[in-house]
C-alpha cells in the first residue's frame, strides 16, 4: 500500500499553488531542462501526493518550482522523493538562467548540509571542455522567475561581503571560512537570483554572485575537496557568463586550469588557461592575463615543456608589469608578487631548474612574509626547500621545510599539506639520514591531521 507523500503536500500547501498551477509550472520548467515530454496534469499531482514516485528528473523539477515560488532552496529530499544528483548536475553548463540558479542553489544546500553523497562527488577530469566551449560562444538571455525587484543596493551589499570572505581564505585557507560562505550564499544571495530585475542589476548580481560562488569553489579547492570545487567554478562560470564579464569568466577558467593541472591532467589545465585569454583579449585584465600565463607555464612545466615553460613564466612577468591595482576588479587582488612568483617557482622546481626556483620562492617568501599570509608563505618555503634538494643540500632543505611546516600550522589548507608531504616523497633518497628522520617525526602531527 503506498505511503501519502506528507513531505510534498506540505510544501505544496506552503507555496501556495493550486495542483493544477504546480502542473502548469512544472511543464513550463521541463521545457528549460530540454524534457519537452514531461507533461504533467493536476491527475498526475494527486498521484505524488498519494506516493507514486516520479521519474527522473521530475523530482529535480518539481524541486526547482517550489524553490522559485517560496524563495530559498527546498531539495528533493525536503519533498519527500530522496536524494537528487546534484553532483553530476552541477557539472553542467546549462544554457537557461533559472536552472543554473537552482542548480547552483541545491549545491550549496548540499554543501551546508554535508550530505554525504556530494562529499564524495569526484572530479570529473573532461567535465570542463562543455563549459570552457560554451563560455566562449554563447551569448543568453535567458530571464529569471518573476519576484520583487532587487536594487543595487542589495547587490552592493552583496558585494561588500566578499572581501571579507576573500580575506579569510587568503590569510587562514579554504578550510577556515567556507561554510560560513555557503551558508550566506544560500540565504542572502541565491534567493536574489530568482527575483526581477532590470538589465543593469542583473549583470551587476549575476557578477557578485559568481565572484562567491567561485569563492567557494576555490576554497573547497584548496581544502581537497575536490569534486564539489569543480562544481561551484563550473556554475560560477555561467553567472560570470550572464553577467557579461570577460575577465571574471577568464578568472574562473584560470582557477579550473589550476586545478585540473594539479589533479594530473596538465594538457587539460593549458587549454583552460589558453582558453581564458581567448576570451579576454589583451587589454581587459593584465593581472588575469598574467594569471593565465603563469598557470599555463605551470602545465606545460608538468608537460615537460622546457622552453614553452619559460616563455610563458617571461609572457606573465610583462603582463604583470602592465597590471595597475586601482583599475583591477577586487577579485584580482590576490594576483601579486608573493602569489606570481610562488607559481614560477613551482613551475621551476618541476622543470628541475633549482636556481630560478630558488630566486622565485625567496621573492614570493618576503612578499608573503610583508602581508602576513601563511598558506602562500608555506608553499612558497616548500618550493625553496625542494630547490636545495635538488642540489642535494639537505641542511638548506630542512631549514626550508621546517618553515613550512610552521606556516602550514596556521591555516586551514590541504595545499599545504601536500606541499609536506611532497617534500617527504623528495628527501627519500637522503635516507634514515637524521634530519629526514626529524622531519618526518615533525610533520606526522600535521599530515595525520589532515
Not at 523539477?61 to 544528483?85: K, P
Not at 567554478?233 to 578568472?251: D, F, M, P, T, V
Request: net charge neutral; charged share 25%.
Amino acid at each position: 500500500m503506498k505511503t501519502p507523500n506528507a513531505d510534498l503536500a506540505h510544501w505544496l500547501e506552503r507555496s501556495g499553488m493550486s495542483r493544477k498551477e504546480l502542473a502548469r509550472r512544472v511543464k513550463a520548467a521541463a521545457h528549460l531542462w530540454g524534457q519537452p515530454h514531461v507533461t504533467p496534469d493536476a491527475s498526475a499531482v494527486r498521484r505524488w501526493l498519494e506516493g507514486d514516485q516520479p521519474r527522473p528528473p521530475v523530482p529535480e523539477i518539481l524541486a526547482d518550482v517550489i524553490s522559485a515560488e517560496v524563495g530559498f532552496r527546498v531539495t528533493t529530499y525536503d519533498l519527500g522523493f530522496g536524494e537528487s544528483a546534484t553532483s553530476d548536475r552541477a557539472l553542467t553548463y546549462n544554457a537557461s538562467y533559472t536552472v543554473t540558479v537552482e542548480a547552483v542553489a541545491d549545491l550549496g544546500r548540499a554543501d551546508v548540509d554535508r550530505r554525504n553523497f556530494l562529499a564524495a562527488a569526484p572530479f570529473a577530469a573532461v567535465a570542463a571542455v562543455g563549459p570552457s566551449r560554451d563560455w566562449l560562444l554563447n551569448t543568453l538571455d535567458q530571464q529569471p522567475e518573476p519576484g520583487p525587484k532587487v536594487r543595487l543596493e542589495d547587490v552592493t551589499a552583496v558585494r561588500n561581503m566578499f572581501g571579507e570572505f576573500q580575506k579569510v581564505d587568503v590569510l587562514q585557507g579554504g578550510g577556515s571560512g567556507r561554510l560560513i560562505l555557503a551558508q550566506y550564499m544560500n540565504q542572502h544571495v541565491y534567493p536574489l537570483l530568482r527575483r526581477t530585475h532590470s538589465d543593469d542589476v542583473r549583470r551587476a548580481l549575476c557578477e557578485a554572485a559568481a565572484e562567491q560562488t567561485y569563492l567557494l569553489g576555490w576554497m573547497a579547492y584548496d581544502n581537497g575537496e575536490h569534486g564539489t570545487a569543480q562544481r561551484y567554478l563550473i556554475q560560477s562560470l555561467r553567472l560570470a557568463e550572464e553577467s557579461r564579464n570577460k575577465a571574471l569568466g577568464a578568472h574562473v577558467l584560470a582557477g579550473m586550469a589550476d586545478q585540473a593541472t594539479l589533479l594530473g591532467n596538465p594538457e587539460e589545465g593549458r587549454r583552460l588557461a589558453q582558453a581564458g585569454r581567448a576570451g579576454l583579449g589583451k587589454d581587459t585584465s593584465p593581472a588575469c592575463l598574467a594569471d593565465l600565463w603563469a598557470l599555463e607555464a605551470r602545465a606545460l612545466a608538468r608537460l615537460g615543456d622546457d622552453t614553452a615553460a619559460a616563455r610563458a613564466v617571461t609572457r606573465s612577468e610583462a603582463e604583470f608589469e602592465r597590471v595597475r591595482p586601482v583599475e583591477e576588479q577586487e577579485w584580482a587582488a590576490f594576483i601579486d608578487t608573493a602569489y606570481l612568483h610562488g607559481e614560477h617557482a613551482n613551475t621551476f622546481r618541476d622543470l628541475g631548474q633549482a636556481d630560478a626556483a630558488e630566486e622565485h620562492a625567496r621573492r614570493s617568501i618576503g612578499a608573503a612574509r610583508q602581508q602576513r599570509r601563511a598558506r602562500r608563505g608555506a608553499m612558497s618555503q616548500a618550493a625553496l626547500a625542494a630547490s636545495h634538494l635538488h642540489r642535494d643540500d639537505l641542511e638548506a632543505a630542512y631549514a626550508a621545510g621546517l618553515k613550512t611546516l610552521s606556516l602550514s600550522h596556521q591555516v586551514k589548507s590541504s595545499r599545504c599539506v601536500e606541499a609536506v608531504q611532497d617534500l617527504q616523497q623528495r628527501m627519500r633518497p637522503f635516507g634514515n639520514h637524521r634530519l629526514v628522520a626529524d622531519f618526518n617525526e615533525r610533520a606526522r602531527e600535521l599530515v595525520t591531521a589532515a
